[in-house]
């Protein structure tokens, strides 16, 4: 059983947790994830991780209540323990010879933009963070990034904080001011990952994406994340989850990571029901 040491409203729908995990703590490096099961009866579902404590001995995540265990974890406070937490997985994120990176996260993928930009700092690299949200009030870990970043630029679709528009905004912006990267880390939903390689693609500028967006079982046995990277058959959570973005078919994950939409929303209402029976009982 692992312990929730912090929790933490970031916005009305994301939380973050401190869970006590002290030997993935010791051993995670970033753009590696998770996989926790709330209860014997509970699903397995993959999170990657936004931090580590090696004295506390803790794992950081973040979470956007949007499906069934998700929602189940928010009624959890501290002090209360999840029954597995197994870790880390998938293959670190690893860079050779980088002077200058560019960091971007759509939304939730902020979180996990984090340990990226984190991880270039402590080792010298000049990185710039470009992190984007609909909307003022959903922005996250705005002062953990600025302690943590050379340049921090936040956008919003709405224009209620900092530039108005997308994050390909913002890095056209740099990229025609002629800032120039060694590498550029994109993580959010896929068809943001997809922009943002074809804006970079022109310029020959390495770009990675994380595809744990399409994980489901996180061992490679499921065969849910499959995806086609350089005209083969990669699965992201024991490949990756980090691809050369320009190698990604983009047209293919986008259209398998919708094909359970329906299915999602049915086993959702019907948790969310049996919750409000439980509440009311």
Request: glycine letters at 10%.
């Amino acid at each position: 059983m692992h312990t929730i040491m912090k929790k933490r409203a970031l916005n009305d729908q994301v939380k973050l947790y401190e869970i006590l995990a002290p030997r993935i703590a010791k051993k995670a490096k970033p753009g590696q994830f998770i996989i926790l099961r709330l209860n014997d009866d509970g699903e397995r579902i993959p999170l990657t991780i936004s931090d580590c404590d090696i004295e506390k001995g803790t794992v950081t995540i973040v979470v956007q209540e949007v499906g069934k265990t998700s929602r189940h974890l928010g009624l959890l406070n501290e002090g209360d323990e999840i029954k597995d937490f197994v870790g880390p997985l998938g293959l670190p994120t690893h860079f050779e010879n980088i002077k200058k990176a560019l960091v971007i996260g759509g939304g939730l993928g902020s979180a996990i933009a984090y340990p990226q930009t984190k991880n270039f700092f402590d080792n010298d690299i000049d990185v710039d963070t470009i992190v984007g949200f609909r909307t003022k009030d959903l922005v996250i870990l705005e002062e953990e990034m600025k302690s943590k970043t050379t340049r921090l630029f936040i956008t919003t679709d709405d224009g209620t904080y900092g530039i108005k528009g997308f994050v390909i905004e913002a890095l056209k912006m740099l990229l025609d001011e002629g800032n120039t990267y060694d590498v550029i880390v994109a993580i959010g939903p896929p068809v943001m990952m997809k922009a943002v390689c074809d804006i970079t693609k022109p310029y020959g500028i390495k770009t990675l994406v994380s595809l744990n967006p399409i994980m489901v079982d996180g061992t490679g046995m499921c065969g849910g994340c499959r995806v086609t990277v350089a005209g083969q058959t990669k699965f992201a959570c024991v490949d990756g989850p980090d691809f050369n973005g320009h190698e990604v078919d983009f047209n293919e994950l986008i259209k398998r990571n919708a094909m359970y939409k329906d299915e999602e929303k049915v086993s959702f209402d019907n948790h969310i029901c049996k919750l409000e029976e439980h509440i009311h009982a």
